[in-house]
Every structure is written in C-alpha cells, then in structure tokens.
C-alpha cells in the first residue's frame, strides 16, 4: 500500500485545497492530511487564519479523500510523522516548490501544480475592511509594518490634523497613503479607524468616529477619565460598533496563556504581582510627554492589564510614589491593596529598571523576564527547584499585528475581546485616580 502525506491550515476552504487533495489523494491509496493547530500558524506568521481548527478539520474530512488526520503541532513534526505512519510520498502544492526537498531523505517529494487565481488570503481580501488612519504620530510607521501581516483590511487613506510639532517626530511612511482634508471625507471612504493622535484628542475623535458609524481602534491609554470612557463604550455598544483599545500585549499569544496558566492553580492562591515597565527615552521624552503625558499615562496600562487579569478590579486600596521633573510623573510607583493579595508596578520614561513580571503565588511563582510585555518566555518555579518549567512562545515583529488581527477579525464576527469594557474602564479609573491625586515629588 502506497501512503501519501500532505499538510496545509485547510482555511476558508476553496476549490484549490480541494484540487491539491484529490491530486495527492490519487498519488497513492492511502491519504493523510496533517492540519495545522492555530497556535502552530500563529507561530509561523500566518495569524490571521478565519476557521477554527474544528471547522478546518470538518471542511477536511467533507471531500472524502482523507484517510486519516493528524493534526501539526511542531516545526519538525513531518519528519517525525513520516517515519511513524511509514509514508511513501510526501506532497504540497508547487507555491512551496524546493522547500521541503529535505524530506527526501526520508520519502519521495512531489510538488504538484498548484490551483491558480485561488488563495485563502485572496478570499479574506475579498472582504476587505478599509481601515482609515487618524493622527501621524511616529507610532504610525510601526503600525503601517505590521499591518501588511494582516489579510483582509487595507489602509485606506489618513487624516492628520497639522499642528506646530516639530516635523522629526512625525511618522515617516504615511508618504503613500492617500491624505484626507477633513474628517467628514475620510469617514465617507472607510469602516473603521486607527487613532494614534495625542491623548488629549483622542477621546473627541473617538465619539467622532463612532457618531459617524466608524469602528474604533485606538491607541492606550484609552481615555483618562473614567465617565466618558464609559459613554463611549455605551455609544459603541448601542451602536453595535467595535471600540478596541490597542495595547499589543492582552493579544500576543502568550499572554493569555500565561494569565490562564495562573488561573489554573499551578502557583497556588496568587498573593502578590510586580510589573515593571521602564524606558529611557532621551530625545523622545518631550514627544512622549506631547503625546501621551507622563510614565503613568504613557505606560500603566501595561502592568494595569497584568494587574488586574490576575487579581480583578475589586481592589481595596490604591496608592501611587511619583518622582515627578517639570510638573510630569517621570517615574511613578503604583501600590494596590486586595482582600487578600497586593500588587505594584514601576513605570517610568526617563529611568531604567529590570523590566519584569513577577507573579507570587502560595505554592511558587512565575517569572517572565524583561521584556514582560513582549510576552514569549515564561518560568513556573518551586521551592523544589525540580519541579520547575519553562515555557516559550513566539512573539512576532513588534507585536501590533496581534492587535490589528483581533480588531478586523472582530469586526467581521464578534467575539469576546480580551481586553473586555472591565479592564479598559478599571484602567481609566486609576488613571483618573493618579490624575487627581496632585502628586508632589518625594525627591
Ligand atoms: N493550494 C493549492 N492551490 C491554491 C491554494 C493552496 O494547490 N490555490 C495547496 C497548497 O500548496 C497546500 C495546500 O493547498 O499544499 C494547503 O494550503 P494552505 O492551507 O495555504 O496551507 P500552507 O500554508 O500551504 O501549508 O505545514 C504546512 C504546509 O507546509 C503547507
């Protein structure tokens, strides 16, 4: 009996995938499709996969050609698959041509033509989602990289309001999007916006954008000031608008694996969580500071997600220790008091500290070195140091894809965000809090 493998994401199911088996299925009288597993995708750049595994597996089964599935987990599994259901052929569509022709040191490699004018990608693109930009701060430029990660949205034009600000600190590659003069304009030729403008306009251009049907995808902080938080949450839900806040990390893969790991009990009762997230700005503090004001605005929301994924909202006490240079909060400490756990977070723009996340727990601990936020390696450790492990992930480019991928994927079919109303308001509210707290410096 001659036994063929092959193994593709199977997404958004089409003729091509269809072609591509039967071909393999008639090189052979035996067929086993290997079906990638979404975190595997993810980890190979290709993150934006429409069907769940369930429905991709389904789809699969459907054409009838497949004796047998298994699903790809690991960089390596071919090998392994191969020499444990004894394959004869291995075989993939000729866009992977020479590719795998190290394969042939275990069994024959066939490229076979592969379907033309089809693809899963040219299928989500068909529902494209015209993303317009609003703002030309430099984070633009970061953003517009890792947007070509995503299928199925294109970046359909930018407004940006001109203001005296020294040109150095404006984004760079927005020099080929198309430039609308008003808001008006731009709101008639798109479905959703990205807001990177200052802090200080972002929640009027937020109630803007939802007033004119817009979904929102906008840079953190959300909004500092907790009631008007709520009232866009309440006119985007009202709306049956999505109203997303970008902060990369509640969407990286391993995050929230991470969070639920804990969740599962593997440190025991969790006491205690200490997130740092510090920078040295430089040239760029007086830009940051134009932006987004001082460390707690330009970066709490970082620990504040860690924060309160693991210990809720349900705090009893808040206190803040700033150092504060020309009126701004360039480091600040931020103290929280639970029932029965604490936590702290050191954010700072102009200082340097070890950039962990330290999660204490009655039976061991957590520890995801520097840089946390850019989650892709974590340790569980015990007292007994043999029990300990190491976990890795991937964490791609600068990470922004992540967010961009949830917020068209949203649009499309609603689901729950991670970053759900609770957190982004939890957040306001202690932003609001340090706001009003009139800090004066301790040094
Ligand atoms: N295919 C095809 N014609 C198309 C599109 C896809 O013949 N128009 C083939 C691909 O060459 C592949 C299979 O259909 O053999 C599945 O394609 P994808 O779902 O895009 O999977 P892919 O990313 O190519 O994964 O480990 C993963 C595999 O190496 C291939």
Request: aromatic share 12%; charged share 25%; glycine share 6%.
């Amino acid at each position: 009996m001659k036994k063929v493998i092959t193994y593709g994401t199977y997404d958004l199911f089409h003729q091509g995938h269809y072609n591509l088996l039967k071909r393999a299925k008639a090189l052979g009288d035996y067929l086993i499709v290997g079906i990638t597993s979404d975190y595997f995708d993810k980890s190979r750049g290709k993150f934006n996969v429409h069907d769940d595994l369930m429905t991709r597996v389904e789809n699969v089964k459907k054409t009838g050609f497949a004796d047998k599935i298994v699903i790809e987990e690991y960089v390596g599994q071919k090998i392994d698959d191969i020499q444990k259901y004894n394959v004869d052929i291995f075989t993939v569509g000729s866009d992977w041509k020479g590719y795998f022709d190290y394969l042939n040191e275990y069994c024959k490699v066939i490229y076979l033509e592969r379907t033309e004018g089809i693809s899963s990608t040219k299928i989500r693109n068909a529902h494209c989602i015209r993303l317009g930009v609003i703002g030309n701060e430099r984070i633009l430029d970061r953003f517009l990289d890792e947007s070509k990660f995503v299928s199925g949205m294109e970046i359909a034009g930018q407004f940006a309001e001109n203001d005296d600000i020294d040109y150095i600190y404006k984004a760079k590659k927005s020099g080929d999007l198309l430039q609308y003069f008003s808001l008006e304009n731009l709101f008639k030729n798109i479905d959703a916006v990205y807001i990177n403008a200052p802090l200080s306009q972002r929640s009027d251009l937020i109630e803007k954008a939802l007033k004119a049907g817009k979904h929102v995808l906008t840079e953190f902080p959300f909004c500092p000031d907790y009631n008007k938080a709520k009232e866009l949450l309440d006119l985007a839900r009202e709306n049956n608008l999505l109203l997303m806040e970008g902060l990369k990390t509640a969407y990286c893969p391993a995050f929230g694996k991470l969070i639920a790991l804990v969740k599962s009990g593997r440190i025991g009762k969790v006491l205690s969580v200490e997130a740092n997230f510090t920078q040295i700005l430089g040239k760029e503090l007086e830009n940051q500071i134009r932006i987004a004001g001082g460390s707690m605005l330009s970066l709490g929301a970082y620990p504040l997600l860690a924060i309160f994924k693991l210990l809720g909202y349900d705090y009893k006490k808040i206190d803040f220790i700033s150092h504060q240079e020309n009126g701004v909060d360039t480091m600040t400490r931020m103290n929280f008091v639970y029932d029965h756990a604490m936590a702290s977070a050191l954010v700072a723009i102009n200082a340097k500290a070890e950039g962990d996340l330290v999660i204490s727990g009655t039976k061991g601990y957590v520890y995801v070195p520097a840089p946390w936020w850019k989650t892709e390696y974590y340790e569980l450790r015990y007292e007994d140091i043999n029990k300990n492990s190491k976990f890795f992930y991937k964490f791609e480019g600068e990470g922004l894809r992540y967010e961009i991928v949830e917020f068209i994927k949203n649009i499309k079919e609603k689901e729950n965000l991670y970053l759900a109303e609770d957190d982004i308001l939890a957040e306001s509210k202690v932003l609001q809090v340090f706001q009003n707290k009139n800090l004066t410096s301790y040094f």
